[in-house]
Nanobody
Framework: QVQLVESGGGLVQAGGSLRLSCAASGSTFGITDMGWYRQAPGKQRELVATRSSGGTTNYADSVKGRFAISRDNAKNTVSLQMNSLKPEDTAVYYC?????????WGQGTQVTVSS
C-alpha cells in the first residue's frame, strides 16, 4: 500500500502562483510515474503533468509554459509550481503515482483562482 499526502492548495488571484507538494509513503519501491491530475466541477479528471523516474515529463497543453513539475526520487516527493494562474485552473488537484501496474491517488487539494 502507498499513501499520498498533498499540501499547498488555496485561493489565489489570477496571475498569481501556488506550489503543490506531495509525499508518498508506505510501499514505495517500484514507483515509476508521479504527477498531478485535476478535476473541475462538472468535468472529467484530466492530466496536468507527470514525471517519470527517469525524468521524462508530460504536460497538458493548457499548462505548458506556466506549470513546472519536479520530483525527488530518493524522497518519493513530487511538486508542481504553478505560475500565471488563470480562473480556468480552478479545480481539485490530485497527486498521482504509478507503482508497477497500480495507480494511487491522493485525497485532493483545492486550488481556486479568482478573476
Amino acid at each position: 500500500q502507498v499513501q499520498l499526502v498533498e499540501s499547498g492548495g488555496g485561493l489565489v488571484q489570477a496571475g498569481g502562483s501556488l506550489r503543490l507538494s506531495c509525499a508518498a509513503s508506505g510501499s514505495t519501491f517500484g514507483i515509476t510515474d508521479m504527477g498531478w491530475y485535476r478535476q473541475a466541477p462538472g468535468k472529467q479528471r484530466e492530466l496536468v503533468a507527470t514525471r517519470s523516474s527517469g525524468g521524462t515529463t508530460n504536460y497538458a497543453d493548457s499548462v505548458k509554459g506556466r506549470f513546472a513539475i519536479s520530483r525527488d526520487n530518493a524522497k518519493n516527493t513530487v511538486s508542481l509550481q504553478m505560475n500565471s494562474l488563470k480562473p480556468e485552473d480552478t479545480a481539485v488537484y490530485y497527486c498521482y503515482l504509478r507503482r508497477y501496474i497500480y495507480d494511487s491517488w491522493g485525497q485532493g487539494t483545492q486550488v481556486t483562482v479568482s478573476s
